[in-house]
């Protein structure tokens, strides 16, 4: 069984980095699963962030392409995610995921586990 | 855009059933996703492609989908039920992730 485990600070200033990475156990990141990243403000709605393959492949949100990456480490078994430019308005808690993921015809892209979860908050 | 329209809330008696609706307003319609988050802890995958159940899921969880609708019932509904659930979809791109408002379940 798969183990996501987020880590980061939980503190970041605005107009600065957010950098985060999850651990991968359980599972190999080399298989056919895709890993994402997802964030939740305090008290509101999910937000799909980004989705990254190990081989290369990566798909962002159209509303955060421009401050965000996010790449696969297979040696280290992780993977990470780097938002910039943050604000206040990218307080939130920080999941990572592993995608499914399948675009040839038919589309499906939904996330099958999840980290617990970081909570970043954004402030000076 | 994309959107996806969820109620905001749903109020069900234990054991009786709740449908929780999500209005895709875009063609074509892909394929839905609804994920069930209790307080405090991350969502759980409770079901996918529009029908199917995952492992470990109880099966009084299902999944339908007509039109622009899709629909997740929970029959014979528990205390433990009591959570907040998000419906989820591509775009017509297919690699665009959209979720919905989420609902709010509560069990009386």
């Known amino acids: 069984q798969v183990h996501l485990q987020e880590s980061g600070p939980g503190l970041v200033k605005p107009s600065e980095t957010l950098s985060l990475t999850c651990a991968v156990s359980?599972?190999?990141?080399?298989?056919?699963?895709?890993w994402g990243w997802i964030r939740q403000p305090p008290g509101k709605g999910l937000e799909w962030i980004a989705t990254?393959?190990?081989?290369?492949?990566?798909y962002f949100n159209p509303s955060l392409t421009s401050r965000v990456t996010i790449s696969v480490d297979t040696s280290k078994k992780q993977f990470s995610l780097n938002l910039s430019s943050v604000t206040a308005a990218d307080t939130a808690v920080y999941y990572c995921?592993?995608?499914?993921?399948?675009?040839?015809?038919?589309?499906?892209?939904?996330?099958?586990?999840w980290g617990r979860g970081t909570l970043v908050t954004v402030s000076s | 855009s994309y959107d996806l329209t969820q109620p905001p809330s749903v109020s069900v008696s234990p054991g009786q059933t709740a449908r929780i609706t999500c209005s895709v307003d875009?063609?074509?319609?892909?394929?839905a996703y609804w994920y069930q988050q209790r307080p405090g802890l991350a969502p759980v995958l409770v079901i996918y492609?529009?029908?199917e159940r995952p492992s470990g899921i109880p099966e009084r969880f299902s999944g339908s989908s007509s039109g622009p609708t899709v629909t997740l019932t929970i029959s014979g509904v528990q205390a433990e039920d009591e959570a907040d659930y998000y419906c989820?979809?591509?775009?017509?791109?297919?690699?665009?992730?959209?979720f919905g408002g989420g609902t709010k379940l509560t069990v009386l």
């Open positions: 995921v592993r995608s499914v993921y399948y675009g040839s015809g038919i589309y499906y892209h939904y996330f099958d586990s």
């Open positions: 359980g599972q190999s990141i080399n298989s056919g699963y895709y």
């Open positions: 990254a393959y190990h081989a290369g492949s990566t």
């Open positions: 875009a063609l074509p319609k892909q394929y």
């Open positions: 492609k529009d029908t």
């Open positions: 989820q979809s591509v775009d017509s791109s297919g690699t665009h992730v959209v």
